[in-house]
């Protein structure tokens, strides 16, 4: 599946998943990210998944581009809701070296499909494990942290 038609799939289930949470279902990891828009000022809204990797929380980007990996970087507080709890979170982006390996835990902890959305949306070359971890400059990784 070419890149296009995968993140036009993808925004389409976004649709469906932000709605369910609003309704106070929570599946998965997934919760909306809510942040001020960067530019506009408008209070934007996004379907992300929250994962925890060794004691931790994070976010990644699986989309080159993404607005809200822009958004954020701008942002000093974000929310974050999950079904019908939320909560002020500071995103912390981690550096480059410190990408790698919680990539690779990632990738190696999930399903196949995780490493393939990777290669897929074209930032990662290879799904295995050692090949996200390889493409870390290009996916920004941001730890959860209490505001």
């Known amino acids: 599946m070419d890149a296009n038609k995968y993140r036009r799939m ?3 289930a976004n649709k469906l998943i932000a709605g369910l949470q609003r309704l106070g279902i929570a599946f998965g990891p997934m919760q909306l990210l809510t942040v ?3 530019r506009t000022g408008r209070v934007l809204t996004f379907p992300i998944a929250v994962n ?4 931790g929380r994070y976010i990644f980007q699986a ?4 607005a809200w990996v822009a958004n954020v970087r701008a942002a000093d507080t974000v929310t974050l809701t ?3 709890k939320s909560s002020t979170a500071r995103l912390v982006e981690l550096p480059v070296d ?4 919680v990539l690779h835990a990632l990738v190696a902890a999930s399903p196949a499909s995780v490493g393939n959305r990777f290669v897929t949306t074209g930032l990662a070359e290879t799904a295995t494990p050692d090949g996200v971890a390889a493409a870390a400059s290009r996916i920004a990784v941001f730890r959860v942290e209490p505001a």
Do not use: C, Q, S, Y
């Open 98 to 101: 410190e990408r790698r390996p």
């Open 36 to 38: 001020t828009g960067r």
């Open 10 to 12: 993808t925004n389409t």
């Open 52 to 55: 925890e990797i060794d004691g």
């Open 82 to 84: 999950r079904g019908r």
């Open 63 to 66: 989309f080159p581009k993404a």
